[in-house]
Each structure stands twice: as C-alpha cells, then as structure tokens.
C-alpha cells in the first residue's frame, strides 16, 4: 500500500522560509512524477510544483523564484523548500505521487497534508 506523509508546515511570518517534505513508502518513487498542490480556504486546489521522474520541474508562476522541488530518490522524498513566504501562501499544502500502471496510465497517491500559515 502506498502511503505518502507530509512534514515541515507551521506558523511562519512574512519574508520567512520554511521547507516541507514528503516521504513516500510502498511504491517505486524514482519512477513517479511528484508534485506539490495546495488549498487555502474557500479556494480550489492547486498545482504548486511538480518535478516528473525524470527530471524538469515546474512551477505556478505564484511562486517562480521563491519554490524549488527537488526530489531525492535515495530517501524517497520530495521536498519544497519556500522561501520570501507571503500571507496568500497560506494554505493546506498536499503531496502527489503519479504511479505508472503501464498501458492503464496512471495512479495518484495523496497525503493528508499540512498546514502552512504565514502571518505577523
């Protein structure tokens, strides 16, 4: 069973940093695409971060500059180092694992999250 578990959130004031991880556990993590989403109240989620198995990663433009994603594949962990943290950053950040299913596609994994506020 695939079990994925944030770490890293907590309370945070402007212009800080802060760096969440995701440790991942009964899957093959060098072959899954991993991303960082995130939910802030009364919004949608949304795409954050994502780095794909082979490398590339991206981001929202929100945080272009400020986000980076790196993955070590040895741990089976990805990680998302914030930096310049601002009060709309505040949300409920969740990491995805996109398991290959080979011909089926694929399969998504989701950990329960973690709360990150940003505020004086």
């Known amino acids: 069973q695939v079990h994925l578990v944030e770490s890293g959130g907590g309370l945070v004031q402007p212009g800080g940093s802060l760096r969440l991880s995701c440790e991942t556990s009964?899957?093959?993590?060098?072959?899954?695409?991993m991303s960082w989403h995130r939910q802030a109240p009364g919004k949608e989620r949304e795409l954050v971060a994502g780095?794909?198995?082979?490398?590339?990663?991206h981001y929202a433009d929100s945080v272009k500059g400020r986000f980076t994603i790196p993955r070590d594949n040895a741990k089976d962990t990805v990680y998302l180092p914030k930096n310049d943290l601002k009060p709309e950053d505040t949300a409920v950040y969740y990491c995805?694992?996109?398991?290959?299913?080979?011909?089926?596609?694929?399969?998504?994994?989701w950990g329960p999250g973690t709360q990150v506020t940003v505020s004086s």
């Open positions: 780095i794909p198995a082979d490398g590339g990663a």
């Open positions: 995805k694992a996109e398991e290959p299913q080979g011909k089926v596609g694929v399969l998504d994994h």
């Open positions: 009964g899957t093959i993590f060098e072959r899954n695409d």
